[in-house]
């Protein structure tokens, strides 16, 4: 065997978790596998001879590469997430069966990486980002994510605090039992097929925030209150022929059909048996990528 294809080897052993860091960073599925292609590049080119921890180094090669570019996207668009006015992105959903996910989602989905979180990841500076993420999510440690930032262990410090505040205010952890959350998804499914707008509130935390996102032609909306975002699925709910069960990032969600393609997504975080999050993607484009055959549709 060569160096290179022994090289080679060794990153594809290390890409699955190369796309698990770039899909925190960059809540993009497509920008995380051009992020991990550029650290294959950087390793053809690199001596790595005198590297001990080649997995380590590729995780900081890939945080680099997606620090420029979450820097790079200022220059391309607006912040993803202003107020209930602004333009709304939300990120690409990891979809599959209700029945599990395959081993590749789980690695990229390990720690419970649901949609409302990489919101909330999506509102904080790329430098917070880099050092939460890599921190407390991959567990690296301060001295060498400094390096990367180009600033102190004890700055570094000080944003991954800062980013941890914002995430444990922004998304408290979500309900765990699998079963009742899935009863909860059910209950405001059948709720707004059926038009009852009573049932409906009644599975909606008061504060609920439904965030959607239709592409950048139908920029989306974000909208607050349970009458509010009740009214809405009702009427939602009357465009689908079919509403069929998923896992949305490992959790109990819903993918609408009509006339054999994918009208949205639906992401649900769930609260004390309430839903206090809806995360609903109409982007066209990006629906097109969803294999179906997964749902059994």
Same mark, same amino acid.
């Given at each position: 065997?060569?160096?290179?294809? #022994?090289?080679?080897?060794? $990153?594809?052993?290390? /890409? ?5 860091? @770039? ?13 991990? !292609?550029?650290?294959? $590049? ?35 668009? +607006? ?26 989602? +789980? ?17 904080? %500076?790329? @430098? +917070? ?8 999510? #991959?567990?690296?440690? $301060? ?13 570094? /410090? !000080?944003?991954?605090?800062?980013? /941890?505040?914002?995430? !444990? ?11 009742? =959350? ?5 209950? #405001? ?9 009573? %049932? ?10 439904? &965030? ?5 032609? /139908?920029?989306?909306?974000?909208? =607050? ?6 009214? !809405?699925?009702?009427?939602?709910? &009357?465009?689908?022929? @079919? ?24 992401? #649900? ?16 484009? &990006? ?11």
């Amino acid at each position: 065997m060569s160096e290179k294809d #022994f090289l080679a080897q060794r $990153f594809e052993e290390q /890409r699955p978790h190369l796309r698990a860091v @770039a899909y925190r960073m960059l809540g993009s599925l497509s920008e995380a596998e051009d992020a991990v !292609q550029e650290a294959w $590049f950087k390793l053809s080119r690199a001596d790595v001879t005198e590297v001990e921890n080649l997995g380590g180094w590729l995780t900081t090669v890939v945080g680099r590469t997606c620090l420029d570019m979450l820097r790079s996207r200022t220059t391309r668009r +607006e912040d993803p997430l202003h107020d209930e006015d602004g333009y709304v992105r939300l990120p690409d959903p990891v979809v599959s069966g209700p029945d599990g996910l395959d081993p590749e989602q +789980e690695i990229l989905l390990a720690d419970s990486v649901g949609i409302a979180l990489l919101v909330v990841l999506d509102t904080l %500076a790329p @430098a +917070e980002r880099l050092a939460f993420v890599l921190h407390d999510m #991959f567990a690296v440690p $301060f001295d060498e994510i400094a390096d990367v930032l180009g600033r102190t262990p004890a700055a570094t /410090r !000080q944003l991954a605090s800062r980013a /941890r505040r914002r995430v !444990q205010g922004q998304a408290p952890a979500p309900d765990t039992d699998l079963a009742r =959350r899935r009863s909860v998804v059910d209950a #405001f499914l059948a709720a707004a097929r059926g038009g009852d707008f009573e %049932a409906l509130v009644a599975v909606l935390d008061p504060q609920i925030v439904a &965030r959607s996102d239709g592409g950048a032609l /139908r920029p989306g909306l974000i909208r =607050r209150g349970a009458a509010t975002v009740a009214s !809405q699925a009702i009427t939602f709910a &009357r465009f689908a022929e @079919a509403s069929l069960p998923a896992l949305v990032n490992g959790t109990p969600g819903v993918v609408a059909v009509a006339e054999g393609r994918v009208l949205s997504v639906m992401a #649900f975080t769930i609260r004390n048996d309430r839903v206090t999050a809806l995360d609903i993607l109409t982007d066209p484009e &990006r629906l097109a990528r969803i294999d179906l055959s997964v749902l059994g549709g």
